[in-house]
């Protein structure tokens, strides 16, 4: 069973934000660590995914007033493909509705297995760089 509570762990997260991204980081000469990345999110809005209880991964929001941005859906790779990212973002669809706005938004690097995850469950690309396709999804009322 998933559910989402207020994260209570930023540095755990942090950590599992690291792993995930590792390889990112590095072809990107991206120079940065778990206490940056920690520090980073300490404003946003922390959920963890918990899998039967346990902490398995982190989804992070900001809202504005062009909508809900997604700044971040991590899953450790070991519960990753049984349906838990897509769960993650039907509860970011939910607190999005909540603050009542229309729009989910986010990026994510081209090369990311998650991209195919967002286009499933009805983000589409707004726009690109050498990088990043930046997605967007409507709110459904």
Do not use: H
């Amino acid at each position: 069973m998933i559910t989402f509570r207020p994260a209570k762990n930023l540095a755990s997260a942090a950590e599992l934000t690291l792993a995930n991204m590792r390889s990112y980081y590095e072809q990107y000469s991206v120079e940065w660590d778990s206490v940056q990345i920690e520090k980073m999110t300490r404003e946003l809005v922390n959920f963890d995914i918990l899998f039967e209880g346990e902490p398995v991964g982190v989804i992070r929001l900001s809202f504005d007033d062009d909508g809900c941005q997604l700044q971040d859906l991590q899953v450790d790779e070991r519960y990753q493909g049984r349906g838990i990212g897509s769960q993650a973002l039907a509860q970011a669809e939910k607190l999005a509705r909540e603050e009542k706005v229309n729009t989910l938004r986010l990026k994510v690097f081209k090369n990311s297995p998650a991209v195919r995850l967002y286009q499933r469950t009805g983000f589409s690309v707004s726009s690109e760089d050498e990088r990043f396709y930046y997605m967007v999804c409507s709110i459904c009322w």
